[in-house]
């Protein structure tokens, strides 16, 4: 009754899977009647049900029925140079297992790619192992594809006309509702008493939580190679960073003309957010650009405050400029492509914007292409499983020898704990749907119009509850429907079901010990790695620059900071990010902030040249002193952050830090306590003093965020 309740109203997951279900039965079974009953050509009819099974039923690509739809059509092709493949090397064990081999890692690391060709990979699997079993035949090769082809039309028609999808926002909209946020922002910051109220404050950290991957739907994420996905995920960065820094702005001091007090340049954030906002909504560029706000940005750096408390307001409204001005760069790229790559400024921090789609790819596979990406060890983990299961499945003569491998595709797990546990759930389901399938067997004899009634029906209940109930429920009703399939085909007895069940058992076998030998912790400890990395480079970054700041004039400069390293982990982060966003049957729940820690890195390296470039003579001794021990204190909160990040069972929660507090012995390492009060500024501070102190009140900003991800996952960890 619940899951009528559910099915009427439109709510909880039991819809959708009902929507899909109907498509992929409605397709799958008028391409089999059709050819079977209407033309004769069984050849034709099994691939015709498989093609529509596979890329509907076994795959698990993102997206509404239209969007799943335009995938399935530019995949049209490759199914058929894979059911080619798949009937020409099956005239040996030896080259259908090298071809399963070779091909299935192919498909596999095209996982890389972003998250529907990862859901699609399983299914293009499919489209191999079907035709590269025997009885080897190439001369029916036509009629193979036939049904191919046709599986799949009726399958895109299906997805694109039946019961269509209420599309969920898109990342642009929810970016455009994040720049729109920090307009508001920044206006309410305009008035008197210029800050934000708390209910503003929550509304604009509601809206940037809004842009992590989490609260993502996977089909809207950005997580491809091409230019305009990755400015649509640096545009996500720079709207949640520009939230933040609009947060924490100090008031200015009281009595200021409105010119001292910056309140001309929040004017034109407001303006360069509100036409963010229009452009990513409208995809056309609004009449108002961001040049006001870089002449504004310009004379507010090349004219400082006198008074300390102007100084230091001055240096955050610096950070909420160059976030504005990010902002609306990785938005126009977003929406223009190429076409706005020759305006990028700064161009480091768009490095993407000067190549095609060729050298974007060829960067995207090349980072994947070693043992530290997620995707290329979960190619060699399934290539290696395929392998090994087409390898028993032709020495050992199996019959349906290719349900074996359907098992290690469809119960395959990226962590040996989430495999063992769905193997064990499946083995009983197929066991009872075993049971089921050779009653039915043994009760309906050769009685073919039971089984033509039967089969739209259990393959609707099959892709209705499976994805919902699991892989127990998913197992044992397709065992029902293949065996009423090959009931139409062919003479059968009841003992195809117990055929099934020892095809699965072997190949659930082969993917468990290929699981257990191939990486078996999944994606989490990659990412862990590359983002510690990351932040164990930003830390050296804090400390180098500030020593390149406080350095006194007349002795030898230290060494500046390495942006080159921080650009390289940042990359390896993002990756693993991309990575981790495209892996499907993740936990569900919060888990720690990643894209913060992204975050960190970007601004690390933004503020690093910020700094620098503010230079203003010989800092005084005192001043020098507090540079280099809030520097110290952000350093070691990172390192402690990327050990967290390394070895999160490990580690222990990162410290909040206060702003500046008094030097330790050497003035270096000594962590402040939580809510420490910020000491005066020195009276005669420069502007590099206060540029520095923003930078780093910016950094401990960043950290909060990872430190409130980690609590939440440990929080949801422990219910």
């Given at each position: 009754?619940?899951?009528l ?66 995938v ?44 529907r ?17 025997p009885?080897?035949a ?84 950005p ?35 409105p ?39 310009a ?95 032709g ?28 193997v ?14 050779g ?41 029902l ?36 030998l ?9 990412l ?13 970054d ?69 700094v ?13 002193d507090e ?25 222990g929660?990162?410290?909040r ?10 003035g ?6 939580t809510?420490?009060?910020?000491r ?40």
């Open positions: 009754m619940r899951a309740g559910e099915l009427r109203t439109g709510t909880g997951a039991l819809p959708a899977a009902a929507r899909r279900a109907v498509r992929t039965t409605l397709a799958s079974c008028t391409g089999f009647y059709v050819f079977l009953y209407g033309f004769d050509r069984p050849v034709s009819a099994v691939y015709a049900l498989f093609a529509a099974v596979s890329l509907a039923g076994l795959s698990r690509i993102p997206g509404t029925g239209r969007q799943r739809a335009a399935m059509a530019r995949l049209l092709p490759v199914a058929v140079v894979l059911v080619t493949l798949g009937t020409f090397l099956a005239v040996r064990t030896w080259s259908a297992v090298a071809g399963m081999a070779v091909i299935g890692f192919c498909v596999a690391f095209s996982a890389a790619a972003g998250p060709p990862a859901g699609a990979a399983a299914g293009l699997q499919l489209m191999y192992i079907l035709p590269s079993f009885p080897y190439p001369h029916t090769l036509d009629e193979r594809l036939a049904g191919t082809v046709t599986g799949l039309i009726l399958l895109i028609a299906a997805e694109a006309l039946v019961l269509p999808d209420h599309r969920p926002p898109t990342y642009a909209q929810r970016a455009a509702d994040a720049a729109a946020e920090a307009a508001r922002c920044a206006a309410a910051l305009e008035r008197p008493s210029h800050l934000l109220a708390a209910a503003e404050s929550d509304r604009a950290l509601a809206t940037a939580g809004g842009l992590r991957a989490s609260m993502v739907p996977e089909a809207e994420r997580a491809g190679p091409g230019l305009r996905e990755r400015a649509l995920a640096h545009t996500g960065l720079a709207a949640r960073t520009l939230l933040a820094r609009l947060r924490d702005l100090p008031a200015p001091p009281a009595g200021r003309w010119r001292q007090a910056g309140l001309d340049l929040l004017g034109a954030v407001r303006e360069s957010a509100a036409g963010t906002a229009v452009l990513l909504r409208s995809r056309q560029t609004p009449a108002a650009d961001s040049a006001e706000l870089r002449r504004l940005r004379r507010n750096a090349a004219a400082p405050a006198a008074a300390p408390e102007s100084r230091r307001r001055q240096a955050a409204l610096l950070e909420v400029a160059d976030a504005a001005l990010v902002l609306r760069t990785a938005a126009d790229l977003a929406v223009r492509g190429q076409v706005a790559a020759g305006d990028v400024e700064p161009p480091a921090a768009f490095w993407y914007a000067g190549h095609n789609s060729a050298v974007l790819w060829w960067h995207r596979i090349v980072a994947h292409t070693g043992p530290r990406s997620v995707h290329f060890q979960n190619a060699v983990r399934i290539a290696l499983a395929l392998a090994v299961a087409r390898t028993v499945a020495v050992g003569s199996l019959p349906h020898g290719f349900w074996a491998m359907l098992a290690v595709l469809s119960l395959t797990r990226t962590t040996a704990v989430q495999t063992r546990a769905t064990r759930s499946a083995l009983i389901g197929t066991s009872l749907g075993a049971l089921a399938a009653t039915v067997l043994a009760l309906a004899g050769g009685t073919g119009v039971v089984y033509m009634i039967a089969l739209p029906l259990l393959m609707l209940a099959a892709f209705t509850i499976g994805p919902v109930r699991g892989a127990g429920w998913a197992q044992a009703l397709f065992t429907v293949v065996a009423v399939a090959f009931a139409q085909l062919s003479a059968v007895t009841w003992r195809l079901a117990g055929v099934r069940f020892m095809d699965v058992l072997i190949g659930s076998a082969i993917g468990l010990v290929c699981g257990l191939a990486w078996p912790r999944g994606a989490h400890d990659e862990g790695r590359a983002v510690a990395g990351l932040l164990r480079a930003a830390a050296d804090v400390e180098a620059t500030t020593a390149a700041v406080v350095a006194p004039r007349g002795l030898p400069r230290p060494p500046g900071p390495d942006a080159h390293r921080v650009r390289i982990t940042l990359t390896m982060a993002e990756s693993a990010y991309a990575q981790y966003q495209s892996e499907t049957q993740r936990p569900a729940g919060p888990g720690q902030d990643w894209h913060a820690a992204v975050m960190t890195g970007h601004h690390v390296l933004w503020g690093a040249g910020r620098l470039d503010a230079r203003d003579g010989t800092p005084a001794a005192r001043e020098a540079l280099r021990a809030y520097a110290a204190r952000v350093a070691a909160r990172l390192r402690q952050a990327a050990a967290g990040a390394d070895a999160p069972r490990a580690a929660p990162i410290g830090l206060g702003p500046p507090g008094p030097p330790g012995p050497g270096t390492r000594v962590p402040a306590a809510g420490a009060p910020r005066a500024a020195p009276p005669d501070a420069g502007f590099a003093y206060y540029t520095a102190t923003a930078w780093l009140d910016a950094l401990t900003a960043d950290l909060d965020l990872i430190e409130s991800g980690r609590v939440a996952a440990a929080s949801h960890a422990t219910r």
